[in-house]
């Protein structure tokens, strides 16, 4: 015993071990639900694209996008990964991996005399809390490549001008390499203006005075400048958005036309921005809703926040960091310091010339802008570390503490996505169930958003996606669309049933049609709600329980618009394997198709399937397709045993039940037999 504690007391991990101690980190972090993960948000737009228009259509995309260069990355990427969710979130990791990797080597390069610190900094930089939208992963997969480029392109630069004889082939691979992180999108490119500082860091063994090593910086710089302005000049003097570019220089012409205002601006939004990013991050960490250990998911966090903080302070303890004086550690620290504000402030140049603020939006949707300062933003908090602590073990204890914490909040916030996509499945599984196809120019119409993390133009290009010909549709013209009345009509909803007219603009593809060409649904499944599409009488029959949104839209809902007689089917829904299950939603969407179809004999079938397998539900309207096709049927005893049923379930319940008996009767008034069990049904449950 006493020796196998000597030799883990003697245990020493290789440098080599570091790249995979920062993969099993993020694996921790983000690994362990990527199964459970799929498409958010943006995602749709990517999918979309391609595969309703191929290669082509990612092209077209991203030129109405202002980054056409970045097709070409696009569509390597589905070219390799295709439309499975899984494929996408693991390369996203590895890009985000090998990104940390290059940029950890990069400080190595700087600073090799403090393997420690460096080491610390790219193990935060990993885990940094700020960006909390790694689960989209077509999105981001992407933009995470470019980092990584840029990575590369700042260490073969320092290589050039740390050995000299290769000075050119580093300086051509840098460039290259450089051209391709700027040609993919501009997240990064304020970290173009840092190359001089890298220089000047990468320059400290030469033995130069302060001004030729300023001088030699510059110098080193202008072949990175030449290609970063000819860049500069043709996105902003060259190329033409054919529609209102998102990213005009708003900022710069705001400066040309009142110095300033500009300069009070940049004032007024760059501190909170740089707190936020730096300090303000972190508290997510200890948001105290997590330590509510009745939630399973609170209890599983915790355990991972003790596992992952547990095997990095005994990686960090063992590992072979030389110690170095105090001097040198104040040295270093002033130097990082000075170097990770540069990143820091830098990294927001993209944004903020283009007028966009980290503190005037959504948080969630506005951490992408800052992905280039939170290197640096790690950088300050070791530094920290270094000159507030003295004690070496009080610091690896601090750093495991981080990176537990770190490891447990990017957990939890990414089961929220994990929420989302269960939510996104039942939907789209519902959704194909009941419209199996759509008249083109139709708009699906709910009271606001139905999915989670999505929104409505998403929400939109995931509908026309899993109605899409493969490589098929028109170029610019989207043939469905998805608003909320809520969030896209205001006080107009008041005007939905009289005729609205529709035209909305999404990058490249435009949706043109009216409100009176519109189907109306539901989808709230946390109120154990199925799927439901609205007929006109709905407004009549269920009332009761339509909120006063859905009240004003529902008369205008045109069902008739399903294509019911096409082969029913998603091409896209193989993709993601979205099988259908046989639950009572299964069941309604088929029996409210067949009703729609008055297939009443398919109803029946239905039923008496349903009642074998032993399902219900506690939503009375989604009994409805079932007493009318019953009551059509002559079926009235079985009718009348489900309507008694129903009506136990609140008052709501008796009046749409009791509504949907009289319309029915209403219908077939030669029935006698039915008016009579009405009015008996009536009689019993008092229907008004």
């Known amino acids: 015993m006493r020796e196998k504690i000597s030799r883990l007391a003697n245990l020493r991990f290789p440098e080599w071990s570091m790249p995979l101690a920062f993969l099993a980190a993020l694996s921790l972090a983000f690994g362990l639900l990527i199964p459970t993960l799929g498409f958010y948000q943006d995602d749709w737009l990517f999918v979309y694209n391609h595969y309703a228009l191929g290669p082509e259509g990612i092209w077209e995309f991203m030129y109405y996008d202002g980054t056409p260069f970045a097709s070409y990355l696009n569509n390597l990427q589905f070219a390799l990964l295709g439309y499975t969710p899984l494929n996408w979130h693991i390369a996203s990791l590895l890009s985000r991996w090998l990104t940390v990797v290059v940029f950890w080597l990069i400080l190595r390069r700087l600073w090799p005399g403090h393997p420690r610190e460096t080491f610390f900094s790219a193990l935060l ?57 700027i040609l993919s999108g501009e997240y990064f490119a304020g970290l173009e203006f840092a190359r001089p500082v890298i220089l000047w860091f990468a320059l400290a063994e030469h033995g130069l005075r302060p001004k030729e090593r300023l001088l030699a910086s510059l110098r080193y710089w202008l072949p990175y400048l030449l290609a970063l302005s000819v860049y500069i000049y043709w996105r902003f003097f060259v190329y033409e958005v054919p529609i209102e570019d998102r990213n005009q220089p708003v900022l710069v012409e705001t400066l040309l036309r009142n110095p300033l205002e500009g300069l009070w601006l940049i004032f007024l939004n760059l501190l909170p921005d740089t707190v936020s990013i730096v300090i303000s991050s972190w508290y997510a960490l200890l948001e105290p809703g997590w330590l509510d250990l009745t939630a399973r998911i609170n209890q599983f966090a915790l355990v991972l926040v003790l596992l992952s903080g547990g095997v990095a302070f005994f990686y960090l303890k063992v590992q072979t960091f030389s110690e170095a004086k105090h001097s040198h550690r104040v040295n270093w620290s002033l130097q990082a310091l000075f170097f990770g504000l540069v990143i820091v402030v830098f990294g927001l140049i993209p944004p903020y010339v283009a007028g966009m603020y980290l503190n005037a939006k959504n948080p969630l949707w506005n951490s992408r802008l800052g992905m280039a300062s939170m290197l640096g933003a790690a950088m300050i908090v070791v530094v920290l570390l270094e ?30 996505f994990r929420w989302a996509w269960k939510k996104e499945v039942n939907f789209y599984r519902q959704l194909t ?60 909803y008041h005007r939905f049933t009289r005729g609205i007219p529709f035209y909305t603009r999404q990058r490249s593809m435009v949706f043109e049609g009216d409100s009176l060409q519109s189907i109306v649904f539901s989808f709230d499944p946390e109120y154990g709600q199925c799927l439901r599409i609205y007929r006109p009488d709905d407004a009549k029959i269920a009332a009761s329980i339509l909120s006063p949104y859905l009240l004003k839209a529902v008369p205008a809902s045109r069902p008739e618009l399903i294509l019911t007689t096409s082969p029913p089917g998603s091409s896209f829904a193989g993709q993601i394997d979205l099988q259908a299950q046989k639950d009572w939603c299964y069941y309604y969407q088929k029996a409210d198709l067949a009703r729609q179809n008055q297939d009443w004999q398919e109803i029946a079938r239905l039923w008496q399937e349903l009642r074998t397998l032993g399902l219900n539900s506690a939503e009375a309207f989604e009994y409805l397709p079932f007493i009318e096709g019953l009551l059509r049927q002559n079926n009235f005893d079985e009718a009348q045993r489900i309507s008694l049923h129903v009506v136990t379930f609140s008052k709501e319940a008796r009046s749409i039940v009791c509504n949907a008996w009289q319309s029915v009767s209403n219908e077939m008034l030669g029935n006698l037999e039915l008016l009579q069990t009405f009015q008996q049904f009536s009689q019993t449950v008092e229907c008004k």
């Open 125 to 181: 930089f990993a885990l940094h809390p700020f960006f909390t939208i790694q689960p989209m992963a077509v999105t981001f997969s992407q933009v995470w490549v470019a980092y990584f480029f840029l990575g590369l392109s700042l260490y073969w630069m320092i290589l050039s001008v740390q050995q000299p004889s290769r000075y050119w082939l580093y300086t051509l691979l840098s460039i290259l390499t450089g051209t391709v992180n």
């Open 387 to 416: 000159l507030l602590v003295s004690s070496a073990r009080a610091r690896i204890t601090l750093m495991a503490v981080l990176v537990g914490l770190s490891v447990g909040w990017h957990f939890r916030y990414t089961n929220n």
């Open 433 to 492: 169930l009941r419209i199996p196809q759509l008249t083109p120019g139709t708009a699906l119409v709910a009271e606001g958003e139905v999915l989670y993390l999505m929104g409505d133009y998403p929400t939109a290009y995931a509908i026309n996606t899993f109605y899409a010909n493969p490589r098929g549709e028109q170029f610019g013209q989207a043939k469905y669309w998805f608003y909320g009345l809520t969030t896209n009509f205001g006080a107009e």
